[in-house]
């Protein structure tokens, strides 16, 4: 059974920074693409950022620049680096594994940045 679980979502003042984690059971981790999608209150899930299996990298430009995803593929975990956050990124952030017409998704972890 596959199963995604995201962890190190807190409260941050802006300007700070994150590191989350997906860690993954239960699938062919290296062949999918895995990506960060976060989802404000009143608002719909939005693609953050994307590896794939080749690691070609996408991100939304809300965080070019300043968020960065990566892929252990030896520990089957995704992480997203988030540095000076803003208000705007908080949300809950999930984590999504794709291959074909199989998708998964994690529980999500939040992150709210506040002062």
């Known amino acids: 059974q596959s199963q995604l679980v995201e962890s190190g979502g807190d409260s941050v003042q802006p300007g700070g920074s994150l590191r989350l984690s997906c860690a993954a059971s239960g699938i062919s981790f290296s062949v999918y693409a895995l990506a960060w999608y976060r989802q404000a209150p009143g608002k719909e899930r939005e693609l953050v950022a994307r590896?794939?299996?080749?690691?070609?990298?996408d991100y939304s430009d809300s965080v070019q620049g300043r968020f960065t995803i990566s892929r252990d593929n030896a520990k089957k975990e995704v992480y997203l680096q988030m540095n000076n956050l803003k208000p705007e990124d908080t949300a809950v952030y999930y984590c999504n594994a794709v291959l074909e017409n199989r998708s998964n998704w994690g529980q999500g972890t939040q992150v709210t940045v506040t002062s």
């Open positions: 590896v794939r299996a080749n690691h070609r990298l």
